[in-house]
């Protein structure tokens, strides 16, 4: 059955310059595919959150706003919090008396301490507030992290400062309060400048369809109308270069359709009438009436929607790495904070003093060092990565890249171009090579078809000077003709030449079609003077990376919508063993599954909306810059380059990246496995207690320390 259908794909591969290789495979599954989400909740699909994000009904394309903050907004909340509280610790650092005690000068004066209070009271609320919120919403969700750790901090130090200022016995810490504040503002502001750019996969998705379509009226006439006034049985105009505006069936004209961005299927597709349409792909030579099947929810661009906003949502929310070891000091803050209080009341000590010695060690076990460790070899990394061409969207799964076990490539676009090139000439009789393309040439140069793209460019390799055509004339489904120097000259498929039986080399032909090239057919005055194989062509770095992984002992999967043959073709080049074709975007994604039931880490690398689900489904979704904004905004990783081997630079810098965060967090932790003890009074009775300032001192220079080692990242 599968023979069957290849043979019928490479029988219709070679019908004019159709670029479909198994149209009937793809388009006679769609009703398949629609039936596979009828178990989704489709009119959920309307109302999405997703990510902070609000959207609006898919079907009609409306765009709602956002709810919150959009992400810039959320950078310069930042950076305003920053400068303010900056410019309020002066003061505060001025007033404290710990700071005028360390640096042996006395400033005080009456009511120093209230001015002090209300400065501190403002950098609290003011600049401490995001982390306040933060903490409270991660402990809602019982999974503290770095916002508690933080929260929890500065709670402590401004409850603790405040009841000294009213009369309780003891030092304030109005002044690291503040610094800290400072300093984990600026670590949240380097890290959000650094990877900004939240996903808005959905938006982008939405984008692809027309607002608008050209309705038939009854009378003939057509009017334009809302896409969302459309119903099921309406008929509309699509002109050539026009966006099909709804899923539905041709009633009327022919012409190629190109469906790459959503199917994958790199050659555009002859398409004729009572033949199914697919809501936004491009119209591309002649107009087209259709009947609209399925509009809103219901069609192949909102499924696609539906597997995006599921694959996303149901993706793990680890926490990274500076995250993790927040949670435990946080853990370790209360417990040392407490045991300090309880140890120091038991050995008869006065509550005010084992009151002090608790709140020390809970402000101390909050490190200014760890807001900056992983910031500041993120804000590095991100630049190292942006200069090699790497675009960070997700640091999470980029962290995490360093463990993949697999990567999937999408076929179309990302190991080949995406371009139609001459791979062979095959001349009859006693013509030659170049005499076949400088015809073919010559006859297609006022083509703007893909085929004709290829032809055109091996002409100019070759530095062969084109004859003038006139007469041109597209012959839709069958090729082109024009005349050339008084001789009619057509460049045309194998459904013609077969129809019209001339003689031709079968074998050759067959031995070029089962690697899955488009042949076509030169005819100078009804005489066959060759053919000419074309493929979309296999990018140079491919190979490259497809060997360089298989070094590192990760295994390279070809992942592909388009057909069995030319998967084969493009894997050979390159050296994949492992390849799945003919694949629709549902089963892309649920690819992906398949191979992480292994237990295996994931990378999925593609280019178009048909690769978002599994972009989104993959443990890291790599996107090659030169395709569709969709694919971008799934992915975690953009390649602007758009070289494959890129792929394998993301893994080293991952490792790199990490290996850094692990010797900063380090430095940091290290500050506390030192400064907690001695806070808490383990060496009280030799009469070494560490005082706060002598904290502020090992805390700064482990903040300096953190700062160079981040400085040192490489690529």
Not at 391 to 397: A, C, G, K, S, V
Not at 474 to 492: A, D, H, I, N
Not at 499 to 523: I, M, N, P, Q, W
Not at 559 to 585: F, R, S
Request: hydrophobic share 40%; aromatic share 6%; proline share 3%.
């Amino acid at each position: 059955m599968a023979e069957d259908k290849q043979d019928q794909n490479t029988t219709r591969n070679h019908e004019g310059h159709n670029k479909g290789h198994h149209e009937d495979y793809k388009h006679s599954d769609h009703s398949q595919e629609h039936e596979h989400h009828e178990d989704h909740d489709q009119n959920n699909h309307g109302n999405h959150e997703h990510q902070g994000h609000e959207h609006g009904n898919h079907g009609g394309h409306e765009h709602h706003g956002h709810e919150g903050h959009d992400h810039g907004d959320m950078v310069a909340d930042f950076k305003k919090r920053f400068y303010i509280s900056l410019l309020l610790t002066v003061p505060i650092l001025i007033l404290s008396p710990m700071i005028q005690g360390f640096l042996g000068v006395d400033w005080r004066f009456p009511f120093d301490q209230w001015i002090l209070f209300g400065l501190s009271t403002i950098v609290f609320f003011y600049g401490g507030w995001p982390f306040l919120t933060g903490g409270i919403s991660e402990l809602k969700q019982k999974n503290p992290g770095m916002m508690t750790l933080i929260g929890l901090a500065i709670f402590v130090a401004y409850g603790y400062s405040s009841l000294v200022v009213f009369g309780w016995s003891g030092k304030n810490f109005f002044w690291e309060l503040a610094t800290l504040i400072d300093i984990m503002l600026l670590g949240h502001w380097i890290e959000m400048r650094s990877i900004m750019g939240a996903s808005n996969a959905l938006e982008e998705l939405v984008k692809l369809m027309p607002n608008e379509a050209h309705r038939v009226k009854k009378d003939g006439e057509t009017e334009d109308v809302p896409v969302t006034e459309l119903n099921t049985g309406d008929r509309v105009l699509v002109k050539p270069g026009e966006k099909i505006p709804v899923d539905g069936i041709i009633t009327e004209g022919k012409s190629a359709i190109d469906e790459s961005m959503l199917t994958g299927e790199s050659m555009p597709v002859e398409k004729k009438v009572d033949e199914e349409v697919i809501g936004g792909a491009v119209n591309q030579e002649g107009s087209l009436t259709i009947e609209v099947k399925k509009t809103g929810d219901d069609t192949y661009l909102s499924q696609v929607i539906t597997l995006v906003k599921e694959a996303q949502e149901s993706k793990s929310k680890a926490q990274d790495l500076a995250n993790r070891a927040a949670k435990w000091l946080f853990y370790i803050a209360l417990t040392a904070g407490f045991g300090t209080l309880f140890i120091w009341l038991s050995l008869g000590y006065a509550f005010d003093v084992a009151l002090e010695r608790m709140v020390t060690v809970m402000v101390i076990t909050c490190p200014h060092a760890l807001g900056l460790a992983a910031p500041l070899v993120v804000a590095v990394s991100t630049s190292i990565s942006a200069k090699k061409g790497l675009l960070i969207r997700n640091r999470t799964n980029f962290e995490g890249a360093r463990n993949l076990n697999a990567v999937v490539f999408d076929k179309t676009g990302t190991l080949t171009k995406g371009e139609f090139g001459v791979t062979d000439i095959i001349p009859e009789g006693s013509h030659n090579e170049e005499e076949v393309l400088l015809w073919a040439a010559s006859a297609e140069q006022n083509s703007e078809h893909p085929l004709a793209e290829g032809v055109l460019h091996k002409a100019q390799e070759r530095e062969l000077k084109l004859k003038e055509v006139s007469d041109f004339e597209s012959m839709t489904g069958k090729g082109l003709k024009g005349t050339v120097e008084g001789k009619e000259v057509l460049v045309v498929s194998p459904g013609y030449v077969n129809e019209r039986s001339f003689e031709y080399d079968k074998e050759e032909f067959t031995a070029l079609s089962e690697k899955g090239k488009t042949v076509v057919f030169v005819l100078v005055n009804e005489e066959l003077v060759g053919m000419i194989a074309l493929a979309d062509m296999v990018r140079d770095s491919a190979k490259d990376a497809v060997a360089k992984l298989k070094e590192m002992d990760i295994h390279p999967i070809m992942l592909t919508g388009d057909n069995q043959k030319v998967a084969d073709w493009v894997a050979e080049q390159i050296g994949i063993e492992e390849v799945y074709a003919e694949v629709l975007p549902h089963n892309k994604s649920d690819q992906i599954k398949k191979i992480q039931q292994k237990g295996w880490k994931v990378a999925m690398t593609g280019d178009g909306v048909n690769d978002a689900p599994a972009l989104a489904t993959a443990d890291l979704g790599i996107a090659i810059g030169s395709g569709t904004d969709v694919a971008m905004e799934t992915a975690d990783v953009v390649l602007v380059k758009s070289n494959p081997q890129d792929v394998v630079s993301v893994m080293d810098l991952s490792k790199k990246t990490y290996r850094k965060m692990i010797q900063n967090l380090w430095w940091a932790a290290g500050y506390n496995i030192v400064a907690i003890p001695l806070a808490a009074g383990a060496l009280a009775s030799i009469g070494l207690i560490l005082s706060p300032a002598v904290g502020a001192v090992l805390m700064s220079l482990s903040t300096v320390i953190v700062a160079i080692n981040a400085k040192l990242l490489k690529a």
